[in-house]
């Protein structure tokens, strides 16, 4: 692993080398490759904090971080606290006034809470403004916009005790909102809920109005909305009538909603951070519970401990099917576990239940669902049970595989099972739901069948195997094919349940279903291994849900429809059937609760229930892998203004021969013209950066109107002689159909990007994402294992990776064996069947622009120089997430033909700022045994064994 991160960072240095060549020659707005390499936390904080505060860079602001870790702990909030306090006071860096020095502490600490990969300390903190108490005094008054909301509610929660902790320490008052300010967040948040988009928590008049009277800040915003408040308008202290999204988040999915979050940690340290004046969170959570307790809808009890939780069917969009309510029978089936393609929020269902609905579900589709909770990306497991359907001929099928499915699509009436969902504990565990039962699986029923042979043969499987009379070690390694004569030997001989696959849905049907069930049986031949039933229909047994027909079709039973005359149930299950009803030798018990409960007491082999817990899902997002594109499309940042005409299209601008819009204004000395590039098309000198101010209506270098001075101005520039400059630099006669620009630039300087960028990428068919960046979108899947015959990658390129043994220590030699993915190697979509471009086909070309800009706008030499898909294997991306700031390295080792983008956990799990803590349990196997631990305790006896190797675990270090 070692030898792995080596040559990731080893390759990231060239790379960043070949950027820096590039950058420096002067041909982009800045000379620096402007993305800081951060291999910890707090590299991160500093380098996102550097973006608005340079300053901040190299100001010794990591190792204090790093101090406050080893003392309070890493992610401990006092750290934020501490390092924002120190910020303020100007310790590391002076910053032009004391107002922005407490300014930047805060957005380190938010910075710090968030992990440094979110943009809520820029964006979605946007400014400290110093206001006036009714008696003089000053107070602070916070300022929040919607990407707050990227901090997550705790994050945007602490970012309001980190403001009211330097508020403290440098000696400001609390806040003094009288009555109409109070009412006017209680008016806001309402107006936004309903107007705006729903709030995930949307508290009550009472809880706002005594957060908002109890905080010793003010919560503000710059307006968001169109649409007015409803009331409490003009007030002196809030600025704008417009609704503000940033405060209704801050108070609403943060403070209130994390109240309890945030009191735990309090009570712990929050009197000696000098923040005992939020014990008002004691009586908060006393009023929201009286609220709650008010709210909760008086229901009669049925006795059952799981109940039906309908939330994932609000907010349902349309076009996105429910798929089963819930709890509903022959709904997903719920099974522990955890496939190499699944976990972390990534589960698994069969693939003949995808092609049973239609094809209407697919890999990378986002499913809503009853429980645990949350969303999840769907995966396929083929060692699952899949649907149980009836066909139009009245027939009943188990498919067990996709050619099944495939054969029986256009024949299916119903699903009467839509299979198993394969969920992983650990979304339970993170999701804090707990257990529920599942149905009995072949798992399940391997550990019985050990526990057995340990408890009579002290383990030994060759004397259990011959005095069973059965291979056992054979049918542990495949208890999903066992025969109904090898499983009845087992149950017998080792006093274990029926097998699974042989074993129906006995629980779902009632004593009258059941009986009805036996009198029809009655009526048929049994024989050894067939079972043949009359063929009759009759309406009131029906109606009355006791139709027998139905009742073998709720089991599960498959059996076929002949001549519509007879019902045909053959060979192995048929013999399940007749054995769990004992042959019908035994009398009607009318105190009987279900079918399992009357199997049970007539057959002498115990059988358990089949059906467990049926999980409700509806299908939320498609699966999704395509090119992020902005709106109009455009190939280059460059605007083209009117000029440009409805495609903005440089093609008509050139027409015109000029574009008006908002431009830079540089000059080069050397050959006295204007320019809009940091370097002169003219002559290539170095150009110099001129100012421009607004209200005196004229270029100047210094001037008493700061605010209104820019360094650019509304002009007008001849688009064609740019752009002949380019293409002769291109060495080109014809150019691509459509080059398409943008109307105006929107950053802070307008420097536009180079017009040989825009040609080239149009030649290559990509396009530009808002940050200048080329953007695939793809639906994040995990996966721990794969085999090389899965991602098209030879033995030799993997080999060439470092994957030179599979799983279980064999050396690489095919391409079906199983290989464990290193954490930072991914799998690009490459679905040949979807209406968008693979990832493979758009990396492909990305790199055929970079080669070309390298080529001909820097005169360096060409860095990928690929031709085909497999030429992209061992190079790096950058994995980002939307909410995040931050890209994660990673590199290519092949592609799949799906919508999803593969990758390792902890990939995913660095893009999603998820990280365990000290205190978090985790599972750990020696070689022998798993066993559940502290993750503190494991690494602690780590640290006792391999000293040296704990800061590379990025773990904390404690005396």
Request: proline share 4%.
């Amino acid at each position: 692993m070692e030898k792995y991160h080596k040559e990731l960072n080893d390759k990231l240095k060239i790379v960043y080398g070949v950027a820096q060549k590039a950058r420096i020659q002067g041909l982009d707005p800045r000379d620096e490759v402007e993305i800081p390499i951060a291999k910890n936390m707090a590299e991160r904080v500093e380098g996102l904090i550097s973006v608005v505060a340079p300053q901040v860079k190299g100001s010794g602001i990591v190792e204090r971080i790093q101090e406050f870790e080893i003392k309070f702990g890493k992610l401990d909030w006092r750290v934020a606290l501490n390092i924002a306090e120190e910020v303020a006071r100007e310790k590391f860096c002076k910053f032009k006034d004391k107002r922005e020095a407490m300014e930047v502490g805060i957005r380190v600490g938010i910075a710090y809470v968030t992990n440094g990969v979110v943009a809520s300390p820029l964006e979605g903190f946007t400014q400290l403004k110093i206001r006036k108490r009714r008696d003089g005094k000053e107070y602070f008054a916070l300022y929040f916009s919607g990407p707050i909301r990227s901090a997550g509610g705790t994050g945007a929660s602490v970012s309001v005790i980190i403001g009211d902790y330097i508020r403290k320490k440098m000696g400001y008052a609390e806040f003094d909102p009288d009555e109409r300010e109070i009412k006017r967040f209680t008016t806001e948040l309402t107006d936004y809920h309903e107007k705006v988009t729903n709030l995930q928590y949307f508290p009550s008049a009472e809880e706002l109005e005594f957060m908002v009277s109890n905080l010793a800040v003010q919560i503000d915003g710059d307006p968001s909305e169109k649409y007015d408040v409803s009331n409490y308008k003009d007030l002196e202290r809030v600025e704008t009538n417009k609704i503000r999204n940033g405060p209704c988040l801050v108070l609403g999915e943060g403070l209130c909603q994390k109240a309890p979050k945030l009191l735990k940690q309090l009570d712990k340290w929050g009197k000696d951070m000098d923040l005992g004046h939020w014990k008002f969170l004691e009586e908060f959570l006393k009023i929201q519970k009286k609220i709650k307790a008010r709210e909760e809808v008086k229901k009669v009890d049925d006795g059952s401990k799981i109940k039906p939780d309908y939330t994932f069917i609000k907010d349902l969009v349309a076009g996105r099917p429910v798929l089963t309510h819930p709890l509903r029978t022959g709904g997903f089936r719920l099974r522990y576990g955890r496939a190499r393609n699944t976990g972390l929020s990534s589960n698994a269902i069969h693939p003949a239940t995808m092609f049973v609905l239609n094809n209407y579900i697919a890999v990378g589709t986002q499913i809503k669902m009853e429980r645990p909770g949350k969303a999840s990306a769907l995966s396929l497991c083929d060692t699952i049970e899949g649907p149980i359907i009836k066909l139009k001929d009245q027939s009943v099928i188990l498919l067990s595989n996709a050619e099944e499915a495939k054969k029986y699509a256009g024949d299916v009436e119903e699903i009467l099972f839509l299979g198993d969902i394969l969920i992983s504990y650990g979304d339970f565990f993170n999701r804090a739901h707990m257990l529920v039962p599942c149905g009995y699986n072949e798992e399940w029923w391997a550990r019985e069948i050990e526990k057995a042979i340990e408890k009579k043969f002290n383990g030994n499987i060759e004397k259990a195997s011959e005095f069973v009379g059965v291979k056992i070690q054979r049918i542990l390694l495949d208890p999903f094919n066992v025969s109904f004569s090898n499983a009845l030997k087992i149950s017998e001989k080792l006093d274990v349940p029926f097998v699974p696959r042989l074993t129906y849905h006995w629980k779902d049907i009632n004593k009258e279903q059941f009986n009805s069930l036996v009198s029809w049986v009655r009526q048929g031949a049994i024989n050894e291994d067939r079972v043949v039933l009359p063929f009759v229909y009759d309406i009131n047994s029906d109606l009355r849900d006791t139709d027998p027909k139905r009742v073998l079709e709720l089991l599960g039973v498959p059996h076929k429809v002949v001549g519509k005359e007879h019902v045909v149930v053959e060979g192995d299950y048929a013999k399940a059937l007749v054995l769990s009803l004992n042959s019908l030798e035994f009398k009607e018990d009318k105190v009987l609760e279900n079918g399992l409960d009357a199997v049970n007491k007539i057959c002498y082999i115990t059988q358990r229930d089949k059906s467990g817990t049926f999980i409700g899902a509806r299908m939320g997002r498609p699966e999704k892998a395509k090119m992020r594109k902005m709106t109009g499309k455009p190939h280059c940042l460059f605007p083209v203004g009117d000029e440009g005409g409805r495609m903005r299209s440089f093609q008509s601008a050139i027409g015109v021969g000029r574009v008006t819009g908002d431009f830079p204004l540089y000059v080069c000395n050397k050959c006295n013209s204007d320019s809009i590039y940091p370097i002169c098309v003219k002559c290539n000198g170095r150009t110099e950066k001129q100012s421009y101010c607004y209200t005196c209506k004229k270029e100047t270098e210094k001037c008493e109107h700061a605010d209104t001075i820019k360094t650019y101005k509304r002009r007008e520039i001849l688009i064609r002689d740019y752009f002949k400059q380019a293409q002769d630099k291109l060495g080109i006669n014809e150019l691509p159909e459509l080059i398409k620009g943008i109307r105006g630039l929107s950053s802070e300087e307008h420097v536009p990007e180079n017009l040989i960028k825009g040609i080239l990428r149009a030649a290559n068919d990509v396009y530009v994402n808002k940050d200048g960046t080329i953007r695939y979108d793809a639906t994040e899947l995990t996966i721990t294992h794969f085999k090389p015959i899965e991602i098209g990658t030879s033995i030799v390129k993997l080999k060439e990776l470092g994957y030179e043994y599979d799983v279980y220590g064999n050396p690489l030699e095919k391409d079906t064996q199983i290989i464990e993915i290193k954490p930072q190697d991914v799998i690009i979509p490459a679905c040949k069947e979807s209406l968008d471009e693979g990832g493979d086909d758009i990396l492909l070309r990305s790199c055929k622009f970079i080669d070309g800009m390298l080529k001909y706008m820097y005169n360096l030499e060409p860095f990928y120089n690929v031709d085909e898909r497999e030429d992209l294997v061992g190079h790096l991306i950058m994995a980002i997430a939307p909410h995040i700031s931050a890209g994660i390295i990673c590199r290519i080792i092949g592609f799949s033909n799906t919508q999803g983008f593969y990758a390792h956990p902890m990939l995913h799990c660095a893009v999603r700022r998820d990280c365990f803590s000290y205190n978090t349990f985790i599972p750990i196997y020696d070689g022998k045994l798993w066993r559940i631990v502290f993750l503190i305790t494991h690494l602690s006896q780590f640290m006792m064994e391999n000293y040296g190797e704990m800061l590379k675990l990025g773990s904390l270090l404690r005396n």
